[in-house]
């Protein structure tokens, strides 16, 4: 019997003022997971949406509630 596991622990986000995108990433991913009954997570790169998401600040701050908007 396989154990479901959907929430992962939260990753080192060094020098980079990027929590927004690295909790934000987390939860998303940890919550699709969950929604989808599936029995592992997909990790999200949150190094992605510090880099693409255009409506936050990369390195120097943003908006988690943007996240999802960039993920869809």
Known sequence: DKKKVCVDLISNQGTCGSCWAVSST???S??????DN???RIDYSYGQV????N??????G???EKVNMYFK
Not at 30 to 35: A, E, N, T, V
Not at 50 to 53: E, F, N, T
Request: hydrophobic share 30%; with cysteine.
């Open 38 to 40: 599936s029995d592992a």
């Open 55 to 60: 409506r936050s600040y990369g390195c120097n």
């Open 62 to 64: 943003g908006f988690p």
């Open 26 to 28: 987390m939860a998303f």
């Open 50 to 53: 510090v880099a693409c998401d």
């Open 30 to 35: 940890d919550r699709k997971c969950i929604h």
